[in-house]
């Protein structure tokens, strides 16, 4: 727990390290933050929220800059989001044409990485999971290949690893039964009626079938997700990235494999408004110097994707809400017009 004093200085601190990238000592600290308060004051707060973990002193510097978990008590306590009806938004907005979903997308992360001058990520709407067709193959022992049709003829093939042997007639049985009596239902409907079905249904057929609708959801969840990244360019001019070599290779290669990005992004998907990750600490993008600003979108209501802006640590957390909040209602309203 922070007094008051301690409150105002840190968020001062955060405050004046984000707007001039310069470490802060203790006589910019007492300006900056309007407390008469001396020197030597200023020292031994400073030196109690250092000790927190809350900030840091580099090697080079007298002065102290926020660590990660100092910018997490910023944003989640002392951050104060005013709108300031961004023009480039609106004008961006023009781009977002919504006979072509597509362009959309790629408008939207262009837009998130103009606004921003960090980089903005976008990912593709996700297709209903639909059903159409199922079989399932013997492989040997406790291994099943189930291969599943959607509506639209994608073929999606996965391998089960089961907790019983089956033999071939148990697997037509199931895939009959599938074909029968759930073709046409989406992923997410097949799940919730098995759950209704499952007393009907002998244990080791439900066991299989439902195994199945799980591999058949992420196999399908796979094929349809895209991620659309912009602006990765940006981060060569950040001050904080340009002089580490090393971290730059490392995040070109994040933009490079996209599979941490999608992994952080669908769980952004499931959760209510804007999500920040700060410093690595989403265990998906384990990167210290990196924080993450997301947002699901929607058509008709239902979320279907997530856009967001990455860059450093030290950015205005404030103006990327803004941003990542408003672009996703613009994206939501443009997919979600017929």
């Known amino acids: 727990m922070l007094d008051d004093r301690a409150k105002i200085l840190l968020k001062a601190l955060v405050e004046r390290y984000i707007a001039d990238g310069q470490p802060v000592g203790s006589r910019t600290l007492s300006k900056a933050s309007g407390l008469e308060l001396s020197a030597a004051t200023i020292r031994n707060v400073m030196a109690d929220l250092e000790d927190l973990g809350l900030i840091v002193s580099p090697h080079t510097s007298a002065g102290r800059v926020p660590t990660a978990k100092g910018y997490r008590l910023f944003v989640d306590t002392m951050l104060t989001v005013r709108p300031t009806h961004l023009d480039e938004l609106a004008l961006g907005a023009r781009d977002l044409q919504p006979d072509q979903p597509q362009r959309v997308i790629a408008s939207a992360a262009h837009m998130l990485s103009s606004l921003s001058q960090f980089v903005g990520v976008v990912t593709s709407p996700r297709k209903a999971s639909v059903f159409r067709h199922v079989e399932f193959l013997r492989l040997g022992d406790?291994?099943?290949?189930?291969?599943?049709v959607a509506a639209d003829g994608d073929v999606q093939n996965r391998v089960i690893f089961t907790a019983q042997d089956y033999s071939q007639s148990q697997l037509v049985e199931a895939s009959n039964i599938l074909n029968e009596h759930y073709s046409g239902l989406s992923i997410e409907a097949m799940r919730e009626r098995l759950r209704s079905d499952v007393d009907q249904l002998r244990s080791d057929i439900a066991a299989l079938m439902n195994a199945a609708v799980q591999a058949g959801g992420e196999a399908m969840t796979e094929s349809s997700e895209q991620l659309v990244v912009a602006g990765e360019r940006n981060l060569l001019t950040v001050q904080d990235f340009s002089s580490d070599l090393g971290s730059l290779r490392r995040l070109f290669d994040l933009f490079e494999q996209k599979t941490q990005l999608m992994r952080l992004l669908d769980g952004s998907s499931r959760a209510d408004g804007v999500?920040?990750?700060?410093?690595?600490?989403?265990?998906?993008?384990?990167?210290?110097?990196?924080?993450?600003?997301?947002a699901p979108y929607e058509i008709d209501g239902r979320v279907v994707g997530t856009l967001g802006v990455i860059g450093p640590t030290r950015m205005a957390y404030d103006r990327m809400i803004e941003i990542v909040d408003i672009t996703s209602r613009l994206v939501s309203n443009a997919l979600s017009q017929k």
Do not use: A, F, H
């Not at 406790?142 to 599943?148: A, C, D, E, Y």
């Not at 410093?279 to 993008?285: A, I, L």
């Open 275 to 294: 999500q920040i990750y700060i410093g690595g600490e989403s265990q998906v993008v384990p990167y210290e110097e990196l924080s993450v600003v997301s």
């Open 142 to 148: 406790k291994r099943v290949l189930v291969i599943l």
